[in-house]
């Protein structure tokens, strides 16, 4: 049994904490794939205005995360703030579901949650406060734990959330459904996560709000969080043609985009365990680059898909190459500030605000150039450029 579960799993912080991100996945894998229709088709807001308020949100959610993971670090303690923000997340979206309208909408996601987002890295800070002093490869197993179970959120969440709304004249009940999920995760963190002493944990330098952001941009930090972002920007950029792709160019069908979409999660979900044990033998480097590899690999062949069957046949690349640039660079990024965890983790939501921005001109790119086939190549050559990096700056393997 314990070569499936390891021990690190016995500890009771890492076990609330894999339910608590599970439950905070889930409110994102509820409304996620249908906010778009909730906002602009059901509450009428345009096409400029709703592209402008995730961007803010973005923007919101990535200083809310420096500001907050150095409020913690300098406490010592994550718990209240995990406590605090999960508040955030319950009215954000209850407040959309019970009073639906474009400036409840507006103001939830623009002020509300991305506060409660801020959760997602403080759930990583408290965690690799919990494992340190652990061997490298444990501290890998349990990021990749922690962070299998978001996708494990999306592989059962939104087809579930799809079926039970599938007769409604609205998806507004899928924000309730995300509402009662951070009631859970406020109840897991509040009754089952173990209390911290702050004194005892508290970083030995505090530093102030601006000297926190000054870390984050400094050059040391920021180069490689670009190089990191310019490979997770392929997801983005995957999630943006993929679509497109399989009802274009390869005559598929929007059922086969949700299918596919569920394969590939399942295939994470997989592929972060085998992922993490590879890191017991081989850097983080190493590992994410023959990643890296793998899902350009896949990006080229999407390009030339002219069938569903093509897509189909690369969701094995697709899941072995994902699992691999959604879990090892969390560990990595955390490294770069390791004394202060919820600083270091924060970077973990810089990261995704980069790899979306850089995603979205990728897109805009590629398809001013060429078609979606180009934009694939294209997000493809920007995943090198960002291995090219980070192979520069780190290429050689590291050994504590």
């Known amino acids: 049994m314990t070569r499936f579960l ?34 602009i088709r059901e509450l009428g807001l345009s096409n400029g205005i709703y592209s402008a308020l995730i961007f803010a949100a973005a923007a919101v959610n990535v200083t809310v995360s420096i500001l907050l993971g150095n409020l913690a670090d300098r406490l010592g303690e994550y718990r209240s703030m995990m406590l605090t923000v999960a508040v955030f997340g319950i009215f954000g979206y209850g407040a959309v579901y019970l009073f639906p309208a474009q400036a409840t909408f ?84 509040a009754a089952f996560l ?9 970083a030995t330098h505090h530093l102030s ?4 952001l000054g870390e984050v941009i400094s050059p040391r930090v920021f180069v490689r969080v670009l190089a990191i972002s310019l490979i997770s920007s392929t997801l983005h950029v995957n999630g943006a043609i993929l679509p497109l792709i399989v009802t274009g160019p390869a005559h598929g069908t929007v059922g086969d985009v949700g299918i596919l979409v569920g394969i590939v999660a399942l295939l994470e979900v997989v ?12 850097s983080h480097v190493k590992a994410l680059a023959i990643g890296t590899i793998i899902y350009v690999v896949y990006l080229l062949l999407l390009g030339f898909a002219v069938t569903p069957w093509h897509v189909y046949a690369l969701t094995l690349l697709s899941g072995i190459g994902a699992a691999a640039l959604i ?29 979306a921005g850089l995603s979205a001109l990728l897109f805009a790119f590629g398809t001013g150039v060429s078609g979606y086939s180009g934009t694939a190549v294209t997000g493809a050559v920007a995943g090198m450029i960002g291995l090219g990096m980070l192979w520069f700056f780190d290429g050689r393997e590291r050994r504590r």
């Open 271 to 282: 592929f972060i365990v085998v992922w993490s044990r590879a890191q017991r033998i081989m």
């Open 327 to 355: 879990s090892i660079p969390i560990t990595y990024l955390q490294d770069l500030i390791a004394e202060r965890p919820g600083l270091g983790s924060a970077l973990i939501s810089v990261n995704i605000f980069l790899g």
């Open 194 to 202: 173990p209390r911290q002493k702050g004194t005892d944990k508290a």
């Open 6 to 39: 390891p021990d690190v799993f016995r500890n009771p912080t890492i076990r609330v904490s894999m339910l608590a991100i599970f439950a905070f996945g889930f409110a994102g894998a509820a409304t996620s794939p249908y906010q778009s229709v909730i906002g």
């Open 106 to 189: 507006l103001f939830s996601v623009l002020c509300l949650l991305p506060i409660y987002n801020a959760l997602n890295s403080l759930l990583f800070a408290n965690v690799r406060a919990t494992t340190n002093g652990m061997p490298r490869g444990d501290v890998a197993t349990v990021n990749s734990g922690v962070r299998a179970m978001i996708s494990l959120s999306w592989v059962l969440v939104p087809g579930l959330v799809g079926v039970l709304l599938s007769r409604s004249t609205s998806m507004l009940p899928a924000y309730l459904f995300a509402s009662l999920a951070c009631m859970i995760c406020l109840g897991l963190i």
């Open 209 to 212: 709000y601006l000297a926190a």
